[in-house]
């Protein structure tokens, strides 16, 4: 079964508001969650690593301001799209080691299909 | 240089063949190398994982690793249709937790 949740599958907003996708680890606790990005056709390009308790950590290109993540408990991690504008429309996937083992493979959530309108 | 590299595609098998995927990556540290399967508009599921030099079957599926080459690849025996997805090479680059993707294979198998 499914070990990484996702909410919603689905968003539709209108350009210049925000959206808040939320990502829970089902029966393990997370402490680092990923996050990535995949617009049609293309491969899934990490976003940020979010850490419990502490900063995330924004890959370069990807504006921290803009993509807002907050990793609450060790199950929960959200990211906010800011002032979303068409061009932020993609699929956004959270994802999370089921394991502390650094060599784990990461379990994925179902996704978000965001359209900004 | 991308840091993983797989062929685009499509490739396409006819039902019952062997379909045989590659991937190369560049980072020599890498130690842990997984193949993900995504169906169009579904998120990647895991398929396999392989750590060390050799080959690592399950059902199916092969993966065969060979780091002095900086190289793996994912054999599917018996290919089936609903095999037809797209194959995501991904790899951990050192100790960073996080996965690298390739741009992934679309693979057909036609009955």
């Known amino acids: 079964g499914a070990v990484v949740s996702q909410h919603p599958s689905r968003v539709i907003c209108k350009s210049g508001t925000s959206v808040k996708i939320e990502c829970r680890s089902l029966?393990?606790?997370?402490?680092?969650m990923f996050w990535y990005r995949q617009f049609p056709k293309q491969s899934l390009m990490l976003m940020a690593t979010?850490?419990?308790?502490?900063?995330?950590?924004?890959e370069q290109g990807v504006e921290k301001d803009k993509f807002l993540i907050n990793h609450a408990s060790l199950t929960l991690s959200t990211l906010t799209v800011t002032s979303a504008h068409p061009e932020d429309s993609s699929f956004y996937i959270c994802s999370a080691p089921r394991d502390r083992d650094w060599g784990s493979p990461l379990h994925f959530g179902n996704g978000t299909r965001l359209t900004v309108t | 240089q991308k840091e993983v590299e797989q062929n685009s595609g499509p490739l396409s098998v006819p039902e019952g063949a062997i379909a045989s995927l590659n991937c190369t990556y560049s980072d020599r540290v890498s130690q842990s190398f997984f193949w993900y399967r995504q169906y169009s508009g579904k998120s990647p599921e895991l398929i396999m994982s392989?750590?060390?030099?050799g080959d690592k079957e399950d059902g199916r599926f092969t993966a065969q690793l060979n780091k002095a080459s900086q190289y793996v690849s994912l054999l599917i025996r018996d290919s089936q249709p609903s095999d037809s997805a797209t194959y995501l090479c991904a790899v951990k680059p050192g100790n960073t937790g996080k996965l690298i993707f390739g741009q992934g294979t679309t693979l057909q198998v036609k009955p």
């Open positions: 029966d393990f606790q997370a402490t680092t």
């Open positions: 392989i750590y060390s030099n």
């Open positions: 979010s850490n419990e308790g502490s900063k995330a950590t924004y």
